[in-house]
């Protein structure tokens, strides 16, 4: 799957991901009013919503952009009726030949590992037929309880050809108070970085990037290019840009020399870009086409950075 | 909900929580048979299965532990037919007033813990109305992104009177990977446990311990004993016992001088006992007495031990 990003990014000319994050205060009031109206004003009503105002943006990005990144958090607020919905996102943008980013931040002993990766990237056999739960191409995991908690969800990768990106630098302004402390002269972040080489060296891709990334939030651009360093050959998805602050301007570290090596995530930034002024013309009817030039306005930002 | 968990273990004197850790290996086969029967052998026969394992076990052992701790995981792995049943699971032992603590182990950047935390442990408001989506007491939440991943639960814990477990050292074999570097001449989850004491001295219970609680694995006993000195307002919650190896001898260290502060988990020791040779008398048709039996042996092992 590693292969297929890459060949995605280089057709599309853009190392970008949508997330698509949906909130109440993002969906256009005629989406809402539209499934409140046939589900009720009650979760299944949001699911509905949330599942058009996806289906919307998804139709005007999937041929422009490589991968999107549902944040799974948004949905599982609305408990199950929220998880059909990304359940169905899920699908449909694999329909669309997206590359799906499951961002789900999992991580927990081995065997419970396992049965996260099961149900994310993997299947369940039964009566010699296999069910598949969500079905991501990649998901998002963190690293603090080590190795173990990692290598099930790397088993389910080599099977599966998908992928993983593991926590090494969060975006968040917290990220810092674990993340940053200094062990043996390096901060921990740089620890789970060597962790994700030494990973990531067992599961390689064609391209010379492995199956096994990272997560370096493009609000610490000193950080990714530190990061950088010491995982060449871990590609890098680098949240925080746009509505938490990161700019195209920090990103060219995130990248190696050959252009490769990082994809950077925009979600309010282009799922709701209908309610900044910049795209205001475009109005509410009109979200999905202010999600699209969001993005090709991001293309541009990144695209020039790194020149 | 401290309060409750507190009352309930001095109540049944056990302070114990068992792990409704469901996996096709430990369910008796008249009940997957009978699930496969009735719903097909698919994820939603799994899920019949799983729901009435789970339901045998509840009725078995509710008047004699406090709380229950249900592994989304082992739910998740079945995709949306598995949350089904753990949704099912976590409202039947409310019903049975047993404290729920769903081991989801969620975390991340603010926004997003927020919108987990309101699906876990909180509510949405829609047309005037409260939903809630799995509604369990308490959460177990992963400290990797540090204090704004984890205050927002906070916020909701705060609203609702519930509670968080964060993990500070786990039970798995690679749990010092990370969390036992040195930093500043203490292991890194030291310094987590001080930041789980200054979380938690904001949100205290009447009986002396904090809404927040620390996960600190039970094959751990040396650190148990310093993460109990560092938050000796804050309850643990200790996995590992029995299955994963640890024992009552090691438990001791884990309980304040007033006999709380400490509640220990049991999943597959429990749930799984019929399997065990110990309990074999009980046959795969009386598994939930076989539960039942094993509860009250890990309850005598735990009281002696702290004796």
């Excluded at 694999?94 to 299947?123: F, M, N, P, W």
């Excluded at 360093?229 to 840009?241: A, E, H, S």
């Amino acid at each position: 799957m590693i292969d297929k990003l890459i060949t995605k990014i280089q057709k599309t000319q853009a190392p970008i991901v949508v997330g698509l994050d949906p909130t109440l205060k993002l969906i256009p009031k005629q989406l809402l009013d539209a499934a409140f109206k046939e589900k009720g004003e009650n979760p299944e009503g949001v699911a509905e919503a949330i599942w058009n105002y996806n289906k919307g943006i998804v139709d005007a990005i999937c041929d422009i952009v490589p991968a999107v990144k549902p944040q799974i958090a948004m949905y599982e607020t609305f408990g199950i009726a929220g998880l059909m919905a990304f359940d169905k996102t899920v699908k449909y943008c694999k329909e669309k030949d997206l590359v799906v980013i499951g961002d789900i931040k999992r991580g927990d002993i081995g065997s419970t590992s396992e049965a996260y990766a099961q149900g994310h990237l993997g299947k369940v056999v039964l009566g010699g037929k296999e069910y598949r739960g969500f079905d991501e191409d990649f998901a998002t995991v963190n690293p603090y309880l080590g190795s173990d908690g990692v290598k099930p969800f790397m088993k389910v990768c080599g099977e599966e050809k998908k992928g993983i990106f593991v926590l090494v630098k969060t975006s968040n302004p917290s990220s810092g108070e674990f993340q940053d402390r200094m062990i043996d002269g390096k901060e921990l972040f740089c620890h789970v970085a060597e962790k994700v080489a030494e990973w990531g060296s067992e599961l390689m891709g064609k391209n010379g990037y492995s199956y096994v990334g990272a997560v370096v939030g493009a609000t610490y651009p000193e950080q990714g290019k530190i990061a950088r360093q010491i995982m060449p050959k871990n590609f890098i998805l680098v949240p925080g840009y746009g509505a938490q602050g990161g700019k195209g301007a920090d990103l060219a570290h995130f990248f190696n020399k050959d252009g490769l090596g990082a994809i950077v995530n925009s979600s309010r930034g282009i799922i709701g870009a209908w309610q900044q002024e910049k795209y205001a013309k475009y109005g509410a009817e009109a979200y999905a086409d202010a999600a699209r030039a969001a993005v090709l306005d991001m293309k541009e930002d990144i695209n020039s950075a790194l020149g």
